[in-house]
């Protein structure tokens, strides 16, 4: 038990006391040794001041915090004023529960030793190297919090004693077995019943609605026949992948002449090397590959760098920028020539240039398709932009019609059907286009079509110039457009609340024992036995589980909708009592027992809030 309820600690109490604690006490707790005094404190919690050091530095904690939690879209939080004034007021809320649990800590007499608080030092993860305690690696953890040994040993004294607190006030719930028991047997009941659906679509069918019916269904429910903002728009498209250029040949050795460096790969050293730990290593293999030990052998029996070894030190072929420095500073010019001892960050190296590829430029004839594609490319954005600048200045020139445009363009202007706000057309589904298109500054006085739009540019290098052609503003649809709708929904009505009231009598009947005769009249009959669990979630299922208990051999009855919206009598037969395996009912033991401790601890800081003399210092006061 004591288990589920440590679980229900790490749920609420870690959210709302770790962080207090934990982030409070080590962040804030000992702010009073680091930052001096203020008359402007935060906070006084039955006389013990929160300074307004402390809850600068709980809001910087905070702060970074939910800075971690949220990455860039913090940024967009931090500049609403009400949602920084909100975590600043929850910070100082945090402050006065800590200041509250520690005082009601102290007058429990609950306290922590001194072999405790070193025990959990000694303990903390963070404070160890592989697997055991680093006291350089403490020392320099509280030293980036800016605190000593004592403070942090203080503060942390502070916490274990809260803590104590918590299990004490969390540890006081638990369920006996007998409970635990029957309330498993209960949750795993099975029901079983039968159902008699009245079919409310079949009774719509029936139903008589007049002129009258329709009329005052419509005004009272007008809002529901909205008919939402419509438009038709012409648009011209260009789209710079759709312009076909060519390229001459003399296009294409400007280009080549040009752009060089893209052709040439640039030269390339092979060289092998042979690592060792030390210069005495190094100098006794020079020695060994002078006297003519093949340098292959050597790098796999000696080298310490692993994977040139298994290569005999080969290291590839390298070019400049990917050379180390201390391969170029070797002085290796001729294939074959070997180094001295090279000292490097990786320890010592002896290398050989094993060959050498000069630096060597493509042939135009093995590049002119890349070139030519190239060439072409560049030429139609060319176009591309000169034609968006052209169809610009022709959109603005006649901003009536876009006629100057489509001359411009060279071709003629798409006009859509008629789209709303959740279906604009495929071609124009691009943010900008839409925006402009919404935003209203295209539609002219009743719905006449505005101004032309200024070049819209897209991904992809296509670009829009576009008007309203038309719009239909939102507005409530007439009676006649929806009357048909009307009429199927008044029936629809008529007929829930006809079976409604023949279900209320058909249950009075079956209730008094006359409901054989009742249903037979109605053309009804209960169908097959069904087993329904506790977990369904479908009305019937619910209500079948509301039902008092049958008697022996006599059902009870009662009435409820199916997910249709068809009434539907239920008659409960049996009740048949269930088994839970023992991992679900022992989860459901832990989520009873981690809400009653929430429960339990809500009230706690509920009373001591409401006992405690609270006053908030200016530094709060104003910020509110």
Known sequence: MMDSLRTAANSLVLKIIFGIIILSFILTGVSGYLIGGSSNYAAKVNGQEISRGQFENAFAGERNRMQQQLG?????????????????QQTVN???????????????????????VKKAILSTQAFQSNGKFDNTRYNSIINQMGMTADQYAQALRNQLTTQQLINAVVGTDFMLKGETDELAALVAQQRVVREATIDVNALAAKQQVSDEDVKAYYEQNKSNFTAPEQFRVSYIKLDAAAMQE??????????????????????RNRYSVIQTKTEADAKAVVDELSKGADFATVAKAKSTDIISAKNGGDMGWLED?????????????????????????????VARLDDVQPAKTKPLTEVRDDIAAKVKQEKALDAYYALQQKVSDAASNDNE????????????????????HDNLPEELNFKPVSEAIFN???????????????IITVEGDRAFVLRVAEHKPESIKPLDAVKDQIVALVKHTKAEQ?????AEKLLAELKAGKGDAALKAAGLSFGEAKTLSRTGQDPVSQAAFSLALPAKDKPSYGTTSDMQGNVILLALDEVKAGTMPEEQKKAMVQGITQNNAQIAFEALMSNLRKEAKIKLGDIITQQQ
């Open 321 to 349: 920028a990917t050379t180390p420095d201390e391969l170029k500073n070797a002085g290796l010019k001729e294939k074959g020539q070997l180094s001295g001892v090279i000292k490097s960050s990786v320890g010592f190296l």
């Open 72 to 88: 860039d879209q913090f940024s967009e939080l931090a500049a609403n004023e009400g949602y920084m004034k909100t975590l600043r």
């Open 246 to 267: 060519t390229a001459s040949d003399a296009e294409i050795q400007s280009y080549y002449d040009q752009h060089q460096d893209q052709f040439t790969q640039a030269q």
């Open 498 to 502: 006809q079976a409604k009231v023949d």
């Open 401 to 420: 019609s876009l006629a100057g445009a489509e001359q411009a363009a060279g071709v003629k202007a798409v006009e859509t059907g008629w789209f709303g």
């Open 94 to 116: 945090r402050l006065i529960d800590e200041a509250l649990l520690d005082q009601y800590a102290k007058h429990l007499g609950l306290g922590i030793s001194d072999e405790q």
């Open 440 to 454: 209203g500054g295209l539609v002219g006085e009743n719905g006449t079509p505005g101004s032309n739009s200024d």
